[in-house]
């Protein structure tokens, strides 16, 4: 259950951390039927500037302000808020200034775990229940787990955590299908094989501008997050699941985060202004 929730193992998890995330945890966990894309994206205000494909490859900082280099040219702006995973803060696909090191550090120090997702297509009707969920072998930490027509949706999902999600990285989707369809036959039977084709996988893990999944402190590093929440001279702030002190590795840990650093950017400029 530790790779499901935190992404990683039990020995690799501060338990200060996961105390945190578990006494704020409710049962309201709502599935958008048309996903989180469409629900960004329609919740976008008009007029907004959305780059996509445009890789930032270094932060610089410039009185009075920040200059961000991507691969389509260089922004100037008088702050930033930085959203990217903890494993892309502290690694080195982007170049960041040397003042920015304690951030990276509290950034280490809240690594990715590694969580996947597989999908397989359902053929015909098959032998499964809307709303459904199966646990894999309870044995096998590398083990997936199912969710069978989710949203009444004709496909099967199996999702894999810790163990089974870095397993299905190194070995890639078509060994991670074949296990996962070895499961799924030790619950329905042999004869679900011909009900099922595999659909789409994530690789969340080698995603280089992700690196993983759900942000998780390491023992005895719980604060951390205090410290990757504070802005930077008022200039630099943050923002993210892994800013959150007791929603992180959720989406609305995220969303909460964000609405909390643009409020220190406004708070800041009107201290200026």
Not at 37 to 48: E, F, H
Not at 122 to 149: C, K, N, Q, W
Request: proline share 6%.
């Amino acid at each position: 259950m530790s790779g499901y929730i935190s992404g990683d193992e039990l020995e690799r998890i501060s338990v200060q951390d996961y105390a945190a995330y578990d006494a704020a945890a409710s049962d309201t966990n709502w599935r958008l039927p048309a996903g989180y894309g469409a629900l960004v994206t329609g919740s976008l205000p008009p007029g907004a500037q959305v780059h996509l494909g445009t890789p930032v490859q270094a932060v610089r900082l410039e009185t009075p302000g920040v200059v961000v280099h991507t691969t389509k040219g260089a922004l100037r702006a008088r702050a930033i808020i930085v959203t990217v995973s903890t494993n892309v803060l502290s690694g080195d696909s982007i170049s960041w200034p040397v003042e920015l090191s304690p951030w990276r550090e509290a950034a280490a120090d809240l690594p990715l775990g590694n969580d996947e997702k597989l999908y397989f297509e359902i053929l015909g009707e098959g032998p499964f229940e809307v709303e459904t969920y199966y646990p894999g072998d309870l044995r096998d930490p590398a083990s997936g787990a199912f969710y069978i027509r989710p949203q009444g949706k004709p496909v099967v999902e199996c999702f894999l955590g810790g163990a089974g999600a870095r397993r299905a990285s190194t070995e890639g989707a078509e060994a991670a299908f074949a296990r996962a369809m070895d499961q799924l036959r030790a619950i329905y039977g042999s004869d679900v094989q011909r009900h099922l084709k595999p659909l789409i996988a994530s690789n969340w893990t080698t995603t280089a501008e992700i690196g993983g999944g759900y942000s998780h402190a390491l023992p005895g590093k719980a604060e951390a997050r205090r410290a990757l929440a504070q802005p930077f001279d008022d200039r630099v702030f943050f923002a993210g699941e892994a800013t959150h002190r007791d929603d992180f590795s959720t989406a609305h840990g995220a969303l909460l985060s964000g609405l909390r650093a643009g409020a220190e950017v406004l708070a800041a400029s009107a201290m200026e202004a």
